[in-house]
């Protein structure tokens, strides 16, 4: 008998008591373990991106972009949601890498370079955004816990209102 439950089987033989028992005590160990596992675990699939910031950030043919019209952010906020898109091109495969450079982000959302730099220096020592080292030297990408907090800032910015 093979049973298959999120992604995992097994496989039980012998006996039909046998089988049986061995099937309800791996059922109720291991379903319990995989539903905490799945309750507790947090990876944003690009639906949950797009549903999170679509009223923010745009895929375009000239690349990710920052959608703010009319909405006052912060230049960490923008930074961030450009990573945000660059995640979201990328996991959508418009864009070869979700990882951003200085230059990238400056041509993406017209800040200055040593606003960009500060602002990105601020976000990764809390651990917001991430430095990845590439060919092209050091590129930036946004983390779950960054995508995380955005979420939740932008959600409370739309909830307050202007």
């Known amino acids: 008998m ?3 439950y999120g992604g995992t089987s097994v496989n039980f033989s012998g006996p039909p008591d046998v089988v049986m028992r061995s099937l309800h005590e791996w059922v109720s160990k291991e379903i319990p373990n995989m539903d ?19 009223d923010y950030v745009k895929v375009t043919p000239e690349g ?14 923008v930074i961030m949601l450009q990573l945000v898109a660059a995640r979201i091109a990328s996991l ?16 993406a959302t017209g800040l200055y370079p040593k ?9 990764t020592k ?25 979420g939740e800032q932008l959600s409370k910015k739309l909830r307050s209102g202007p």
Do not use: C
């Open 36 to 54: 905490i596992a799945r309750i507790i675990s947090v990876n944003y699939s690009l639906n949950d991106l797009i549903q999170m910031f679509k």
């Open 126 to 150: 809390s651990a917001l955004v991430e430095r990845v080292e590439s060919d092209q030297g050091g590129k930036y990408r946004i983390t779950t816990v960054g995508t995380n907090r955005l």
């Open 92 to 107: 959508s495969g418009k864009s070869p890498s979700e990882a951003m450079g200085v230059g990238d982000i400056e041509m």
């Open 64 to 77: 990710p972009r920052v959608w703010t019209q009319d909405k006052k952010l912060s230049d960490r906020d």
């Open 2 to 4: 093979s049973v298959s």
């Open 115 to 123: 606003t960009i730099s500060s602002r990105l220096s601020e976000l």
